[in-house]
């Protein structure tokens, strides 16, 4: 694809952008319901947490294959900036899935401070995934 | 087994790895059991026996008795009736069904424990069965009464025959001897059935015949639905028979699954399945006389004041109020059966105390319960270690069998126990 001047404003391929946002909007919504829960103990928000913390797991895994093989055929990419865009993403869905176990138990053990703190994990390592692949790159964007 | 299977095997294993038993800890008998440190896993420790064919093998009972198979093709016998003529009833069925999934977990769990039950549909009905020659084979079963809602608890009091539907206590006129009640029953109360997480509604009559005893187990595993659904559950109701007005005698007794009068006091005891995911060895289940105005601790506490802290907010004026349970009978056996030996029992070792069928665990990898034990008793209280009664219920990793309800039949001195994983009723009797 032809880029002006060396810069490319899509850097993700749409379809892997979308996961991703997925991924940042539901661990950031299970971050926020788990507050919630952990204010008010209504079991309904860790019900959310749950759900949203699953959801963050299954879109988030779809970008982190892709990330996987974008990091091994970096193409154009720089493999550096690759190799960091996987990182912040297996970061994020790692934590994403210990957190969903975490979430399955009950009540209160459903999110505690383990609970807590992981989903600020995941939502800080989906902000950080964000704004390594939605950045403005030079030619050599991370991947298509 | 693939790559694929080995690979998830191996994970759960290691998320499981710190949930593990320590052998030769001894979780029964009266007195306070070991309570090791509670352990909050990420997965819980879990092992379903899926079910093997019996293939020609039976329960064993102790040297000196006989099991046959009373009656076969049952559809999910739970709990067991003896009447005064000697016919024998079995209420048939599977409630919970409308017990909304409110996480992943709710539907990944429901499918793992689906493996170790039975594919039979309960059959919403309570069966007879007459084994009028004694030969340990039911030459008669037939339908009582059908349609049914997930019906447990039975009893029958002077020409009324009562059952705990999964929603409501039916009472129907019944002469013994009869085959066929067609008639509706009468309601004498609705019971709690919101949710109904769990739906088994335990029945017994007193010894003077005038008031009915409901178990009503809670709504949830340690209050992970919200506490405003366990309302009159975890509890046991003292219901008029006369006039069906209620009262609740026990609180925080997490499940009753069974009732019966203890024939020495006519004292009330219940068996009671107790929390899980708090480890392999917490918290034992128990047998416990229901002590009026009693509160066990459910779900702020266990034997006695052993704080949970999944609850919130958390209540210390009620764990300081939480009463000790009489027998522990080890943790997850799941006892979902109690009956008391009377007029002498089987004689010699098995003369006074109580038989208690367990369903079996799912929740430590050392499968336990899956038998039927025998609780000593003296002067109305336990008196000694439960001792293994009927067992071969087990094939390795397997489950043959999962006993239920049981009943003593002091006139024709027989046990029959319930499995709901064979559909079978057993009945165990002296050797000629």
Redesign the interface.
């Given at each position: 694809m032809p880029a002006s001047r060396g810069i490319r404003a899509t850097p993700l391929h749409p379809l892997h952008a979308i996961f991703l946002a997925f991924a940042l909007a539901l661990f950031s919504s299970g971050l926020a319901s788990d507050v919630a829960y952990l204010k008010s103990?209504?079991?309904?928000w860790t019900?959310f947490s749950?759900?949203l913390i699953?959801g963050g797991c299954l879109f988030g895994g779809l970008a982190l294959a892709w990330a996987i093989v974008a990091a091994v055929f970096p193409g154009r990419a720089t493999r550096g900036r690759a190799l960091a865009y996987l990182a912040a993403v297996a970061v994020m869905w790692i934590a994403g899935l210990?957190n969903?176990?975490?979430?399955?138990?009950?009540?209160?053990?459903?999110v505690g401070t383990v609970g807590l703190v992981l989903s600020i994990i995941s939502t800080l390592a989906a902000l950080i995934a964000a704004v390594v692949g939605y950045s403005e790159q030079r030619a050599e964007g991370i991947t298509r | 087994m693939n790559r694929r299977w080995l690979l998830l095997a191996a994970a759960a294993a290691a998320l499981q790895a710190c949930g593990r038993s320590e052998p030769g800890l001894d979780q029964t008998g009266s007195g306070k059991p070991p309570l090791p440190e509670q352990q909050h896993t990420l997965l819980p420790p879990m092992k379903i026996a899926t079910p093997a064919g019996w293939n020609g093998a039976m329960p064993t009972a102790p040297k000196g008795f006989t099991v046959t198979a009373l009656a076969t093709d049952l559809k999910i016998p739970r709990q067991l009736l003896v009447l005064p003529n000697g016919d024998i009833l079995v209420a048939e069925g599977a409630g919970g069904a409308t017990a909304p999934k409110m996480r992943p977990k709710d539907i990944i769990a429901g499918y793992i424990k689906a493996k170790g039950k039975t594919k039979v549909k309960g059959g919403n009905r309570v069966t007879l069965l007459r084994d009028a020659d004694g030969d340990g084979r039911a030459e008669l079963k037939t339908t009582l009464i059908e349609g049914l809602n997930a019906p447990y608890g039975l009893a029958f009091v002077d020409g009324q025959l009562y059952v705990a539907n999964q929603d409501a206590l039916l009472r129907f006129p019944y002469q013994p001897g009869q085959t066929r009640i067609t008639e509706k029953g009468v309601e004498v109360t609705k019971l709690p059935s919101r949710i109904n997480h769990h739906w088994t509604k335990s029945l017994t009559a007193s010894a003077d015949g005038t008031k009915l005893y409901v178990g009503i187990g809670s709504n949830s595993n340690v209050g992970e639905r919200g506490l405003d659904v366990e309302e009159e559950r975890a509890v046991v109701w003292e219901i008029d028979r006369l006039t069906g007005a209620r009262r609740t005698i026990a609180h925080g007794i997490r499940n009753p699954t069974a009732l019966a009068i203890e024939p020495r006091t006519n004292a009330l005891w219940a068996v009671v399945n107790e929390r899980d995911e708090l480890g392999p060895q917490l918290v034992p289940d128990y047998l416990t006389a229901v002590r009026d105005g009693a509160f066990y601790g459910w779900p702020y506490s266990y034997w006695g004041q052993n704080v949970d802290p999944r609850v919130r907010p958390q209540k210390p004026e009620m764990v300081a109020k939480a009463v000790v349970p009489d027998y522990a009978l080890g943790s997850h056996v799941a006892a979902l059966g109690v009956s008391f030996a009377r007029d002498g029992g089987f004689g010699g070792a098995f003369a006074e105390g109580a038989f208690v069928g367990e369903h079996g665990s799912w929740n430590r990898q050392d499968l336990s319960g899956y038998k039927v034990v025998w609780v000593p008793f003296a002067n109305g209280r336990p008196s000694g270690k439960p001792v293994d009664f009927v067992i071969g219920f087990l094939d390795g990793d397997h489950a043959r069998g999962r006993p239920v309800g049981v009943a003593f039949d002091p006139a024709k001195r027989i046990l029959l126990v319930a499995d709901d994983l064979s559909n079978t009723v057993w009945r165990v009797a002296p050797a000629r």
């Open positions: 103990a209504a079991i309904q019900n749950a759900w699953a210990v969903s176990f975490q979430h399955s138990q009950d009540a209160w053990a459903s | -």
